[in-house]
């Protein structure tokens, strides 16, 4: 079986760690991270570059194999049960993922994948329990990347557990998130606005326009909870 392509911490170890989900629909819940590597997009203000940037960082000393088991014996290790599965971009390993999602969903474990919403959910359909899908806007910075899939969203569209959070940097953002979100057919219950910002007083600058706009249009807001906690730390 072919193994998974993990982030590793600074200290060497795989890049699994337990905290509360920071972000989206679930944020607040208690919950094990487990970071994948590898990204199939370049977005400008990303906090996980080491994932994928090898022009930053040093490839063979940032990311690890782990198997479906050894995956499992470190989530399983820490306390929360709830999984969230982020990047990098997950589903550019959605096949391998496919034995781990099965093995938590097992065990007893809920499930959350984390992902960009440009490739479809394929294999996974049906065994996540949450899908925390975030589109990315032109402010992101992917030139010539194909940043929106409109037939990948409207089949996430199609999952009930799915959410669909955008990243706003300026108002700008908002009509973009709109239109795209009209365009893929996306609920609006389901649409989640998250200002950009690495530090809580770029939070609390974004906050209040975007928190309204959100009001004005029924979508849902969200901040940044690990990032007003603890600022942009690894693992936490």
């Known amino acids: 079986?072919?193994?998974?392509?993990?982030?590793?911490?600074?200290?060497?170890?795989?890049?699994?760690?337990?905290?509360?989900?920071g972000e989206g629909a679930s944020a607040g819940v208690p919950s094990t991270f487990i970071r994948l590597a590898v990204c199939n997009l370049r977005c400008s203000w990303c906090d996980t570059a080491y994932t994928w940037d090898w022009s930053r960082f040093d490839r063979a000393s940032s990311i690890m194999a782990l198997t479906a088991k050894e995956a499992f014996a470190a989530i399983s290790a820490l306390p929360?049960?709830?999984?969230?599965?982020?990047?990098?971009?997950?589903?550019?390993?959605?096949?391998?993922?496919?034995?781990?999602?099965?093995?938590?969903?097992?065990?007893?474990?809920?499930?959350e994948v984390e992902t960009n919403g440009t490739v479809a959910p394929g294999p996974l359909a049906g065994l996540v329990d949450q899908w925390n899908v975030s589109p990315k806007l032109a402010t992101s910075g992917n030139e010539g990347l194909r940043r929106v899939v409109p037939e990948a969203l409207r089949q996430f569209?199609?999952?009930?557990?799915?959410?669909?959070?955008?990243?706003?940097?300026?108002?700008s953002g908002i009509e973009e998130a709109a239109a795209i979100a009209e365009g893929a057919?996306?609920?609006s219950g389901r649409v989640i606005?998250?200002?950009?910002?690495?530090?809580?007083?770029?939070?609390?600058?974004?906050?209040?326009?975007?928190?309204?706009?959100?009001?004005?249009?029924?979508f849902r807001f969200s901040t940044r909870l690990h990032i007003l906690i603890w600022g942009d730390r690894r693992g936490v």
């Open 1 to 21: 079986m072919d193994s998974l392509l993990v982030s590793r911490m600074e200290d060497g170890r795989p890049e699994v760690f337990s905290s509360i989900q």
């Open 80 to 111: 929360p049960r709830n999984v969230v599965v982020t990047g990098g971009e997950p589903l550019l390993q959605r096949r391998q993922l496919v034995p781990l999602v099965e093995q938590l969903g097992g065990s007893g474990f809920r499930v």
């Open 157 to 171: 569209a199609g999952q009930p557990c799915a959410y669909f959070k955008f990243v706003v940097s300026d108002p």
């Open 185 to 187: 057919g996306l609920p």
């Open 193 to 218: 606005l998250m200002p950009e910002g690495r530090t809580a007083a770029e939070l609390r600058e974004r906050s209040p326009w975007l928190a309204t706009a959100c009001a004005a249009r029924g």
